[in-house]
T-cell receptor, first 115, second 110 residues
Framework: GAGVSQSPSNKVTEKGKDVELRCDPI?????LYWYRQSLGQGLEFLIY????????KSGLPSDRFSAERTGGSVSTLTIQRTQQEDSAVYLC?????????????FGSGTRLTVV | KQEVTQIPAALSVPEGENLVLNCSFT??????LQWFRQDPGKGLTSLLL?????REQTSGRLNASLDKSSGRSTLYIAASQPGDSATYLC?????????FGKGTKLSVKP
């Protein structure tokens, strides 16, 4: 597609349940990033994928969070045993490559509410 | 560790006014800088990207500059309009990841 697509746009889940968030990057973009934006806070880096390299997981807040990227394209962010503090907007971005002079294109995000 | 600060946190101006949003970063090793706009409940829209070899970029009524030596970037909005009301985020590219400021919430009154 022309842009970064995220689904679902909204997700309400009960505390303790697992959730999966999906990101479909721009075709040809090898770099894919997940960020989290909590209410009133800035964007927090979670994880990064570049081609077939091992992902940079340095931003994941706990081992309940994981992500994968299949075939160098679609990515899924999984949150296990969700907690109320996981409530946030989860944003995905893609770029032609990591670093360098390439801008990021963001999706519209998934608003996760844990009740 | 790179930190990005945006001042002011909020700004309210009358329509037609020219304004400047400020962004500062702690690590001068910043590679490039990107300004985004975020409307309530929406994702981020890229406004301007200043690449490593550049010092400013212009798009319509927007002009962004980058001074790595002082650790600052500014976003200039000319002849502001109510439709410019949004939160403006700056983000510095450093070692591959973008580090974001918390944004400036702009309100342009008709």
């Amino acid at each position: 597609g022309a842009g970064v697509s995220q689904s679902p746009s909204n997700k309400v889940t009960e505390k303790g349940k697992d959730v999966e968030l999906r990101c479909d990057p721009i075709s040809g973009h090898t770099a894919l990033y997940w960020y989290r934006q909590s209410l009133g806070q800035g964007l927090e880096f979670l994880i990064y994928f570049q081609g077939n390299s091992a992902p940079d997981k340095s931003g994941l807040p706990s081992d309940r969070f994981s992500a994968e990227r299949t075939g160098g394209s679609v990515s899924t962010l999984t949150i296990q045993r969700t907690q109320q503090e996981d409530s946030a907007v989860y944003l995905c971005a893609s770029s032609l490559a990591r670093g360098g002079d390439y801008g990021y294109t963001f999706g519209s995000g998934t608003r996760l509410t844990v009740v | 560790k790179q930190e990005v600060t945006q001042i002011p946190a909020a700004l309210s101006v009358p329509e037609g006014e020219n304004l400047v949003l400020n962004c500062s970063f702690t690590d001068s090793a910043i590679y490039n800088l990107q300004w985004f706009r975020q409307d309530p409940g929406k994702g981020l829209t890229s406004l301007l990207l200043i690449q490593s070899s550049q010092r400013e970029q212009t798009s319509g009524r927007l002009n962004a500059s980058l001074d790595k030596s002082s650790g600052r970037s500014t976003l200039y909005i000319a002849a502001s309009q109510p439709g410019d009301s949004a939160t403006y985020l700056c983000a510095g590219g450093s070692q591959g990841n973008l580090i974001f400021g918390k944004g400036t919430k702009l309100s342009v009154k008709p």
